[in-house]
């Protein structure tokens, strides 16, 4: 076979195998793990503490039946003064009240999610927050992250503002005015949910997120909803071919290796009336 035949070879397998690539963006909610098997959730608080007023996990409006009552705005039913998650919010959410109690008298509660971001790149950490209270200066919460089990680094850092003041309003359009506001990034919150995105910038196979809080009162509420990581997958799919093509290019491949073999063949009879 000379070089133009190999060329020719080349080219047909080339079509044949040819593949496609294919970006996608891939969305995670960190609130409802089990519906992916990327997702592996853990969070030794939940059900943990003894009290109903106090909680550190997942919870479901008309679902759960624990949640803590600074977490539920119940102010357009009956007297109520606090609370986030109004009677219509029936999406999952996870609820932070009280995790310094009796059950917990001096440590950090924590919650992790494990995502596999396998080929994913440009991820982001999505989250809308909400607090409710008057916070003291011990009272804080941590969203970071680690890939590959190197160090975390840190996303979300939520802090009290000793100087400050918040406005809330509940559900019965009544205002309820409350010193030392919970902050991220220097953004106040108040009971109505606010948008965050934070990229991370590095890449790999394993993402771990973690949640990690420490709040000392009934009386203030933190909430976490619409908590997604997303990233753009790049995939290549390779194309089976079908027997009708496969059929086409033999038949193409026949007739050019012809017409090679003729012009070969009369470039030789010249040569011999030559000599």
Not at 19 to 41: E, Q, R, V, W
Not at 136 to 143: C, G, P
Request: proline residues 3%.
């Amino acid at each position: 076979m000379n070089q133009f035949q190999l060329k020719i070879t080349a080219t047909l397998f080339t079509c044949l195998l040819a593949g496609k690539s294919y970006a996608s963006l891939i969305s995670y909610d960190l609130l409802t793990p089990n519906s992916s098997p990327h997702i592996s959730y853990a969070n030794p608080f939940t059900d943990a503490f003894s009290s109903n007023a106090d909680g550190f996990q997942i919870y479901q409006r008309n679902v759960d039946l624990n949640i803590p009552n600074a977490l539920l705005d119940n102010s357009d039913i009956g007297a109520d003064s606090l609370g986030i998650i109004t009677r219509t919010n029936t999406q999952a959410f996870f609820g932070i009240v009280d995790t310094v109690n009796l059950n917990n008298p001096s440590n950090d509660a924590v919650a992790s999610w494990q995502v596999d971001i396998t080929n994913l790149t440009a991820i982001k950490l999505l989250i809308d927050m909400a607090a409710m209270g008057d916070f003291e200066s011990s009272d804080e919460f941590e969203w970071r992250y680690s890939i590959d089990n190197n160090p975390f680094s840190s996303l979300f850092q939520g802090v009290s503002n000793l100087d400050s003041q918040q406005s809330y309003r509940l559900k019965d359009n009544s205002l309820k005015t409350l010193n030392d506001p919970m902050t991220v990034n220097s953004i106040l919150l108040s009971n109505q949910f606010t948008a965050f995105s934070s990229s991370i910038l590095d890449t790999g196979n394993l993402l771990t997120i973690e949640l990690k809080a420490n709040a000392n009162s009934d009386n203030e509420a933190i909430a976490f909803q619409n908590v997604f990581i997303q990233g753009v997958s790049n995939t290549v799919t390779v194309s089976e071919p079908k027997s009708f093509v496969i059929m086409i290019f033999a038949l193409l491949f026949f007739t050019v290796s012809q017409v090679l073999f003729r012009q070969k063949s009369g470039g030789d009879n010249r040569m011999c009336f030559k000599a």
